[in-house]
């Protein structure tokens, strides 16, 4: 098993606008218990609200949950310093607009990475790795003194990849990374995603609300409502036998094209 | 980016009236030792008061010291003192900014108080009272004038940390197992660097005010050194004798304060967002 989670628990507070008191709690995540294989891509589906981000974002250390274990290559997650854990778990992330620092040409921002992982490593074998990288992502490999504005969205998505590629992880959280695409690019960047996983045999936690994707990419379904996977299984067990109503329902919300002939 | 501020900086009239306002005072300031046609410390006592001629362009003091070199010579201060002090505050307020903007919580809440008193605190009472018990002389007047202008920049560094440190650019820096110095000063730092420097900018203007404040009330640079301030402490006394010992270096302060205003406020349209067209 390449990760385990057990019933991962994270809840935020509510305060009070006047004095800031805590009146209450909202249950973000509730009991979440998943397992990913080498090579597996494990779709994470639910509605805005349904915990899926936030368990992705605890799953690769951003929010520190409030009970519940990671195991990752059957060690407990709280074994691994955070660069044990970079070099293993990287994020994909929703908006390319705001995942690349303005302020920092695309060299640097690669460049970054690539130190994370090598400490020593001389400059001229730097650049040709990150070559290497925008190589891999499909982007021209002349760029490297530029920076993220100068890029479409789908341009920096893909940067934004090799960045995460940079630290050669085993597992990709990709939260909603083609959402804030247009159509055309998101089967692209979809594809580039598959062949990456074919490549190297990266294993996908692929965060979504989009159902066609999942079951596009998905080898296994978890359905997240209200901070709790209420449904899991291959994707053409729960598409045709939905076992809870409300994944019936979510299923149900696809837009369909009917064709009646006449 | 840069290159687009310096597009804009060069069609703003007003900053760019500012920026060669300044530039032409530094230059001033560098080759004081040439431009000048006399010793500013240099006394004659047989030319006391003499009103502005081909000579003296503006005039000579109660000591017959030529008042135009006595100004080329004070730019020196005013100009360093107002650099040196608000290097001193943008060290400070952006790294207790940027700790209490990142860390938030109890730093921040602390720090935070901590600011609050100090702004509590009318700045130029609390200079004046510390420089009561220092030496005065102009290191103490800049390093005073350093330490008490930073909590406006340190909360305005705050804000934008806030706000930045939300940025899916700074979680991605986390992911990626970076340091949090690094996170600090590689990922924020140079996105809240546009309004520290509009701000800073209008603090040299007003440090150069504090600085001459002190110098006229005999707290700041000690005579016989030029300073705009101590020229004017030289003027009071004559002000319906001899108007040129108040005018000019009152004029200098003036103009010097104006330029660094302008291309503060230049520099706020420069970087404001809103306006941007590119």
């Known amino acids: ?262 | 980016m840069w290159k687009i501020y310096w597009r804009r900086l060069k069609r703003n009239k007003l900053a760019l009236s500012g920026l060669s306002i300044i530039l032409f005072l530094t230059i001033l300031a560098i080759f004081a030792p040439l431009l000048t046609p006399y010793n500013p410390l240099e006394q004659n006592l047989l030319a006391r008061l003499s009103s502005p001629s081909k000579e003296h362009w503006f005039g000579t003091d109660d000591l017959g010291r030529d008042v135009f070199s006595r100004i080329i010579y004070g730019t020196r201060i005013s100009l360093t003192v107002g650099f040196v002090a608000i290097g001193i505050a943008i060290i400070i307020g952006t790294i207790i900014g940027l700790i209490s903007g990142y860390f938030a919580k109890k730093i921040d809440l602390i720090l935070m108080r901590f600011v609050d008193i100090m702004l509590c605190f009318p700045a130029f009472f609390l200079i004046l009272m510390v420089i009561a018990f220092l030496e005065p002389n102009i290191y103490n007047v800049m390093i005073v004038i350093g330490l008490t202008s930073w909590p406006g920049l340190a909360r305005l560094v705050r804000g934008e940390c806030l706000s930045i440190k939300e940025r899916e650019f700074i979680s991605a820096a986390k992911i990626l197992g970076l340091s949090t110095i690094r996170i600090l000063f590689v990922h924020i730092l140079p996105n809240v660097l546009a309004p520290v420097l509009v701000s800073a900018t209008l603090g040299v203007g007003s440090a150069i005010l504090i600085e001459s404040g002190l110098s006229f009330l005999g707290l700041g640079v000690q005579p016989p050194t030029p300073s705009w301030g101590n020229i004017l402490t030289s003027g009071k006394d004559y002000i319906y004798l001899a108007w040129w010992l108040s005018v000019f270096p009152g004029l200098a302060i003036l103009i010097t304060v104006l330029a660094y205003n302008l291309l503060g406020e230049g520099l706020r349209d420069i970087f404001d967002p809103r306006t941007f067209e590119g």
């Not at chain 1, 800031?20 to 397992?35: K, P, T, Y």
């Open chain 1, 1 to 262: 098993m390449l990760l385990e989670t057990k019933n991962l628990r994270k809840s935020f507070p509510i305060e009070s606008k006047l004095l800031r008191q805590v009146i209450g709690r909202v249950i973000a995540v509730d009991n979440a218990s998943l397992s990913l294989n080498k090579g597996q891509v494990l779709g994470l589906v639910g509605e805005s609200g349904s915990g899926k981000t936030t368990l992705g974002k605890i799953v690769v250390g951003l929010i520190e949950p409030d009970s519940g274990e990671i195991f990752l290559q059957d060690k407990n997650i709280k074994n691994f310093t955070r660069k044990e854990r970079a070099k293993k778990i990287q994020m994909v992330f929703q908006d390319p607009f705001a995942s690349l620092n303005p302020r920092l040409s695309i060299g640097t921002i690669l460049a970054e990475a690539i130190r994370t992982r090598e400490q020593v490593i001389g400059n001229r074998q730097q650049v040709e790795k990150i070559k290497e990288l925008l190589n891999l992502v499909g982007m021209p490999t002349n760029i490297l003194s530029d920076y993220p504005h100068q890029f479409s969205g789908g341009q920096r998505q893909r940067i934004g990849i090799a960045r995460a590629l940079a630290m050669q992880p085993e597992i990709i959280i990709a939260d909603e990374p083609v959402s804030s695409l247009d159509v055309s690019i998101q089967a692209q960047i979809l594809n580039l995603l598959l062949d990456l996983k074919q490549k190297f045999s990266i294993s996908y936690i692929f965060i979504t609300h989009d159902l066609s994707i999942v079951t596009f990419l998905a080898d296994y379904i978890l359905v997240m409502y209200q901070g709790n996977i209420i449904e899991e299984g291959k994707p053409e067990e729960i598409l045709t036998k939905p076992k809870d109503k409300y994944t019936e329902k979510l299923f149900n919300s696809l837009p369909k094209i009917t064709c009646q002939i006449l």
